[in-house]
């Protein structure tokens, strides 16, 4: 079943809620924190990273957060945040910033649905689904930055080198 025929003909639908259900069809692990915001955790190959999505109705925008801790050496931070410049110039939607004081690394998206615009569940499922591909695509440049020691465009230049079917 798709993951729009649950919604056909049900009015006016909370965007939190057609999250809510992306989650249950996926099978993630989340939290309702409240009625406009919503907490899970999605499995990804390098690691399990943490998203939340939060609606705002003053702005109409649908807020992603999708988050993965690191503790990069101090020492490093320069070059790991010349290496977020060259991923941000590489991410049509979204992009990534450092926390510092949390140590994590997040990924931001807004999703605005001005004029009482609805996000359909395949929208939204994929927006989801880019947030955490970014991740995994970039999680191994910042690795090599902040523990192998390569320069921030060596280190890009392998997350946007794709390999294609299995050995």
């Not at 003909?9 to 989340?30: K, L, R, S």
Request: hydrophobic share 40%; glycine share 8%.
């Amino acid at each position: 079943m798709a993951l729009s025929e649950q919604f056909d003909d049900h009015g006016d639908i909370h965007p939190i809620d057609v999250v809510e259900h992306i989650a249950e069809h996926h099978a993630w692990e989340f939290d309702r924190i409240a009625d406009d915001q919503i907490a899970m955790a999605v499995e990804g190959q390098w690691r399990t990273y943490s998203i939340t999505l939060a609606w705002s109705a003053y702005d109409e925008t649908l807020r992603l957060i999708c988050t993965f801790e690191m503790e990069p050496p101090e020492e490093r931070m320069p070059e790991l945040f010349e290496a977020l410049n060259e991923v941000n110039d590489q991410c049509w939607a979204g992009g990534f910033t450092w926390w510092g004081q949390q140590k994590m690394m997040v990924y931001r998206y807004g999703l605005v649905l001005a004029g009482e615009q609805m996000a359909g569940p395949e929208q939204i499922d994929t927006m989801i689904g880019a947030a955490v591909m970014s991740c995994e695509r970039y999680y191994p440049a910042f690795q090599l930055v902040t523990w192998g020691n390569r320069a921030p465009s060596d280190a890009v230049q392998v997350a946007i080198g794709h390999t294609y079917g299995t050995a």
